[in-house]
T-cell receptor, first 111, second 113 residues
Framework: QKEVEQNSGPLSVPEGAIASLNCTYS??????FFWYRQYSGKSPELIMFIYSNGDKEDGRFTAQLNKASQYVSLLIRDSQPSDSATYLCAVNGGSQGNLIFGKGTKLSVKP | DAGVTQSPTHLIKTRGQQVTLRCSPKSGHDTVSWYQQALGQGPQFIFQ???????QRGNFPDRFSGHQFPNYSSELNVNALLLGDSALYLC????????????FGSGTRLTVV
């Protein structure tokens, strides 16, 4: 059973701080890694994807991938109250075309 | 550029009934995947359609079936509804490789009473 694990939180950070969200996955054949943001009652929205080991930056967001440790993270700099949402980690594994999602980490940014 | 469109947005059904949910993919996408998301959980993969055939299937019973049409749109059918089928049903479209991730529709909230 291929799994994606996330700390369910809630993770609470003050406005302006860095929020760090973590994810581990079980399938070493996984090739693509995604972070989605989901506001309550809404559908997931793609924030970033990463394929290669290392860091990938997009604005206030940085995705980090370590395939040897089977670990993906998302850093949100200068966190804003509007960043408060559930963040879903998803993995596209090997020969399979489907995304496998973690349960999500709920982030709360306090003004 | 139209995104992923799902209908209906909300639905209430009685246990034992059948339901059909519909999805139109984002322009340029050829693959449609369906997910079930229970409250407080991540989306669970139901199945994926490409070239009008079921390409992948998750751990869901045969009560869940689907179809993809030549225009890439898709339907999800659930027979003999159970209370536990109450969830948000998400349609996601992508290219067949899935490499750039999925684009999700706004979902259909199904309540079984």
């Amino acid at each position: 059973q291929k799994e994606v694990e996330q700390n369910s939180g809630p993770l609470s950070v003050p406005e302006g701080a860095i929020a760090s969200l973590n994810c581990t996955y079980s399938d070493r054949g996984s090739q693509s890694f995604f972070w989605y943001r989901q506001y309550s009652g809404k559908s997931p929205e793609l924030i970033m994807f990463i394929y290669s080991n290392g860091d990938k930056e997009d604005g206030r967001f940085t995705a980090q991938l370590n395939k040897a440790s089977q670990y993906v993270s998302l850093l949100i700099r200068d966190s804003q109250p509007s960043d408060s949402a559930t963040y879903l980690c998803a993995v596209n594994g090997g020969s399979q075309g489907n995304l496998i999602f973690g349960k999500g980490t709920k982030l709360s940014v306090k003004p | 550029d139209a995104g992923v469109t799902q209908s209906p947005t909300h639905l209430i059904k009685t246990r034992g009934q059948q339901v059909t949910l519909r999805c139109s993919p984002k322009s340029g996408h050829d693959t449609v995947s369906w997910y079930q998301q229970a409250l407080g959980q991540g989306p669970q993969f139901i199945f994926q359609y490409y070239e009008e055939e079921e390409r992948q299937r998750g751990n869901f019973p045969d009560r869940f079936s689907g179809h993809q049409f030549p225009n890439y749109s898709s339907e999800l059918n659930v027979n003999a509804l159970l209370l536990g089928d109450s969830a948000l049903y998400l349609c996601a479209s992508s290219l067949v490789s899935g490499g750039d991730g999925y684009t999700f529709g706004s979902g259909t909230r199904l309540t079984v009473v």
